[in-house]
């Protein structure tokens, strides 16, 4: 019994792994390309899944691919990956009371750096 299902095994058509096979429609592909850059990697941190060789990373472009391929919107995979992993996944995260600070500290940056250019102005003259 057991032979026979190692046999069955042996002959079925194994799955492509989606993680590092390129889907068949190129404007599919495109658009799971442009989703994965702009998801960042959980285990490097440093890098978008489309960069990574992380497990994690493969696992995850196979499975934008897998929602790509059956139809998904990318948002909508984006969403999700987002909901599953949180805000860290996005490399662009959404606006909410966790993220303000990220968003607003160029800003912050920005005026403070004026303040001192103006102060070093005045101090000259």
Known sequence: MSLVLALALAAAP???D???TQLPDPHAEAQARALMGEL???V???QSIADSDADMAADMRALVRQRIARGEDPSQIRDWLIERYGDYVSYD???SGATALLWATPILLLGIGAWIAR???RKRR
């Open 119 to 121: 102060s070093s102005f």
């Open 40 to 42: 960042r990697c959980v």
């Open 93 to 95: 995260p959404p606006l």
């Open 18 to 20: 989606l993680g590092n």
């Open 44 to 46: 490097c941190q440093g």
């Open 14 to 16: 194994a799955a492509p």
